[in-house]
């Protein structure tokens, strides 16, 4: 499968976050498409089990053609909400479950198939081959056209890979969290040809004021001069430049930074400078 080189996170569209209308959902994923940002990323906890269904509703009254664009969602915790019965968070995968689970997402997004269905996050309890039994209804059926996992640690990998093949696992990594760069999961999926995605890309840069995040803005204040662009955009370009072909997930519901965050794609950063951000992240330098 191919997905856009930047992903549509939808975690803040519905109750989550910005409460979007129907219009409003409708004229974003119009912006995303028409900045090449054409696949939406979706778990079926986001606004409580409601946002697929917000989504839903607006693909549904909106022009755009199912085969232009890539739905992404994911399935297996059991959140606490008032649209559940649950009494604790935990994690489901058992082969009714996981089926269960894509269906109702279906209905609510309301289309035929999911591009890409993850495991939201590892479970202590999960069954490599029970999943891997479900996966296989579900790609026979149509319903999924490939499989991944999310957070995801390099044993948990090969112990779901033994059974299904494994095409993405999304994880945390930014210039702020990229402990996968040095852990040996962003080779292993290398090695094995699972795409990574990343949420949380631009980390904790714009979240928290720190010496860490300080030492950062001091280099990007310089960087952008010297590439003529934004900071957002250099933090993508940073994760962009990885070897490992790593798939940002943005969360924003900011046109102007949809608009933004897709020219990442073209900077192409000098391999010092990749460096310097690295050593400004980690506050000293490379081994």
């Known amino acids: 499968m191919t997905y856009s080189k930047i992903i549509a996170g939808t975690m803040t569209w519905g109750s989550w976050g910005k409460q979007l209308s129907k219009k409003e959902m409708i004229a974003l994923m119009h912006h995303c498409i028409d900045n090449n940002i054409t696949s939406f990323d979706h778990a079926d906890i986001y606004g409580g089990y409601t946002t697929e269904t917000d989504f839903g509703h ?42 269960w689970s894509v269906e109702e997402s279906l209905k609510k997004l309301q289309t035929d198939y999911l591009d890409l269905l993850l495991l939201h ?44 093949k494994i095409a993405v ?11 996968a760069m040095h852990d040996g999961t962003l080779d292993y999926m290398m090695t094995n040809d699972i795409t990574p995605m990343a949420w949380s890309p631009l980390g904790s840069v714009f979240k928290e004021e720190t010496e860490q995040t300080n030492r950062i803005h001091d280099l990007l204040n310089t960087l952008t001069e010297t590439y003529n662009t934004t900071k957002d955009q250099l933090l993508l370009a940073w994760i962009l430049k990885h070897p490992s072909n790593i798939q940002p997930v943005v969360g924003t519901t900011n046109t102007e930074r949809l608009s933004s965050a897709i020219k990442a794609v073209d900077i192409d950063l000098e391999l010092e400078d990749w460096f310097k951000l690295l050593v400004a992240s980690q506050g000293h330098k490379v081994p």
Request: charge should be positive.
């Open 169 to 179: 696992n999304q994880i945390e990594f930014s210039l702020t969290a990229h402990q």
């Open 58 to 99: 607006a693909l549904n009254e909106s022009d755009l053609k199912r085969d232009r664009i890539q739905i992404i969602s994911k399935c297996g915790i059991q959140y606490l909400s008032e649209n559940r019965t649950n009494t604790v968070k935990h994690y489901n995968y058992s082969k009714d479950y996981i089926i």
């Open 121 to 164: 996050r590892p479970s202590p309890l999960m069954n490599p081959e029970e999943i891997a039994e479900a996966i296989s209804i579900l790609k026979s059926s149509g319903k999924i056209r490939d499989f991944g996992v999310s957070n995801f640690t390099i044993s948990q990998m090969e112990l779901i890979s033994k059974y299904q």
